[in-house]
């Protein structure tokens, strides 16, 4: 059942949705949250389908909010609230408001949102698109226990996880992590199966896909060692790579469905990871309305605090001791006349290799002793 009001009020819309109620024979409510949904006019639709997919496993009230834009500067001036009002069938497992929201009205859409807030129920609110920079400060934010953002749909997602990262607030979370839920509860599993030490790992994914920096940096977060982020073509997330000191662990994902498991000394095995739909994403978050303080320590380990750490062990090699350059500049002086007054790179080279290889010969005892690699820390499975 629908119906439709124009240039109406929030107490209105209560009395439209008791009168469909009674009209369809379900006066009592029966819903357990109430899921607020940000859009504009492009993405509504799927966004709509997606919250009415999951109200079949979380019957809820949902309240899509869509500020529509003024064209002219008379009609910013003016405030007008339009709404769509489902029930039954055409609202899923629960009760559907679509409000429209023009001019002045557009910048307070908390005084629309809260009469129509299920009374002792949890807030949801969910940006499928242009998320605010901090959620929780958002008026419509404040309403929550809990923030849904997706930093896959912005234009630049690895600077928007650094944004997400300063402005976290507990209740926070987004899509793209939830996105990786199965890979960390396989990888997981995988070391569960094998007594070892992880010394690196690798990440490979398609480039600028923020469920792959959030999954290496929840990896970097919780062995504590060194984490290569590689690119493919994708889909997604295609590949994770762990080298432990009893073999290679890997799970592999080339077509977007079904995944390899790889453990050194075990067969093969085949794995269901499929890509999953925005619906099954939002149920998932539905499940669970405290704070995720795994999420909050992955995000806070920070993309460049990833990025420098990755290179950093790989640009560690052992150094010659201070005794040993003598030597190496002795071996190396016929050849660096020569090569001065060869600009080109191939020359430089040269060079470079000649005193490498005479440090390598220089005597031993000339070497500074080389401390032991500290033990890593085992996973921990979450």
């Excluded at 107490?11 to 949250?33: C, E, F, S, W, Y």
């Excluded at 690798?202 to 923020?210: K, Q």
């Excluded at 432990?244 to 453990?263: F, H, K, M, N, Y």
């Excluded at 005193?355 to 921990?380: H, I, V």
């Amino acid at each position: 059942m629908k119906i439709d009001l124009t240039d109406t009020t929030a107490g209105k819309v209560n009395k439209a949705l008791v009168q469909g109620r009674r009209a369809i024979g379900t006066p009592a409510v029966g819903m357990v949250l109430t899921l607020v949904v940000v859009t504009d006019e492009e993405n509504a639709y799927d966004a709509l389908k997606a919250a009415g997919d999951a109200s079949h496993e979380h019957p809820s009230r949902t309240l899509v909010v869509i500020k529509r834009v003024s064209r002219s500067p008379r009609d910013r001036t003016s405030s007008r609230l339009d709404a769509e009002v489902r029930v039954g069938v055409d609202a899923g497992s629960g009760e559907t408001v679509i409000l429209r929201l023009y001019g002045e009205v557009a910048d307070h859409a908390d005084s629309v949102v809260l009469p129509l807030l299920l009374p002792d129920a949890p807030v949801v609110v969910w940006w499928p698109v242009n998320a605010p920079l901090d959620p929780a400060k958002d008026p419509l934010g404040a309403l929550a226990q809990r923030r849904v953002t997706d930093t896959y749909a912005s234009e630049q997602p690895v600077r928007e996880l650094s944004a997400r990262a300063d402005s976290y607030t507990p209740g926070d979370t987004d899509l793209s992590w939830t996105r990786i839920t199965p890979w960390r509860s396989m990888l997981a599993a995988a070391l569960d199966q094998v007594v070892c030490e992880v010394e690196a790992v690798e990440v490979e994914g398609e480039e600028f896909n923020p469920s792959c920096e959030l999954l290496a940096m929840w990896l970097a977060d919780r062995l504590d060692v060194p984490v290569k982020r590689s690119l493919s073509s994708g889909p997604g997330l295609t590949a994770v790579r762990m080298h432990t000191s009893e073999g290679a662990i890997a799970l592999d994902r080339a077509d977007g469905s079904l995944a390899t498991l790889s453990i050194d000394g075990q067969p093969d095995r085949a794995v269901a990871l499929k890509r999953r739909e925005t619906a099954e994403l939002i149920a998932e978050e539905l499940r669970r309305l405290d704070p995720d303080d795994t999420y909050a320590s992955a995000l806070r380990f920070g993309v460049e605090r990833l990025n420098a750490s990755a290179s950093a062990a790989v640009n560690t090699a052992p150094a010659p001791a201070p005794a040993a350059a003598p030597a190496a500049a002795t071996a190396t002086a016929p050849a660096t006349t020569p090569a001065t007054t060869d600009p080109s790179p191939k020359g430089e080279g040269a060079v470079a290799g000649t005193a490498l290889e005479a440090a390598a010969e220089a005597p031993a005892t000339e070497s500074a002793p080389q401390e032991p690699p500290p033990l890593k820390k085992r996973a921990k499975a979450t």
